[in-house]
């Protein structure tokens, strides 16, 4: 992960657990997650993410497809 403000990152992260699924609610500046095809070999858990994009937007790249979803968007992803 990284981010331009190198400073001051002010972030909070909420988790709650519904048996087999979790609602986590993250707030936090922009930042950019890379994962490479080599930590999802190393690490897969085989899920599904639903983003719920409550405020500001979300951008999301894979392979040639990007995204940019906005202010009350839902997204699904799979971990792999």
């Known amino acids: 992960m990284s981010t331009v ?3 001051d990152f002010p972030a909070s992260m909420r988790l709650l657990s519904l048996g ?3 609602q986590p609610a993250y707030v936090c500046p922009p930042l950019q997650a890379t ?3 080599k930590l999802i ?3 897969d858990p085989e899920t599904f ?3 719920f994009t409550q405020q500001g937007c979300m951008g999301i790249s894979h392979r040639d497809q990007e ?3 906005a202010q009350d ?4 992803l799979n971990s792999s």
């Not at 968007?73 to 699904?76: A, E, K, Y």
Request: no cysteine; charged share 20%; hydrophobic share 45%.
């Open 41 to 43: 070999r190393q690490s």
């Open 73 to 76: 968007s839902l997204v699904l």
């Open 20 to 22: 087999p699924a979790h």
């Open 5 to 7: 403000d190198t400073e």
């Open 35 to 37: 994962l490479t095809r």
């Open 49 to 51: 993410h639903l983003l």
């Open 67 to 69: 995204i940019l979803a």
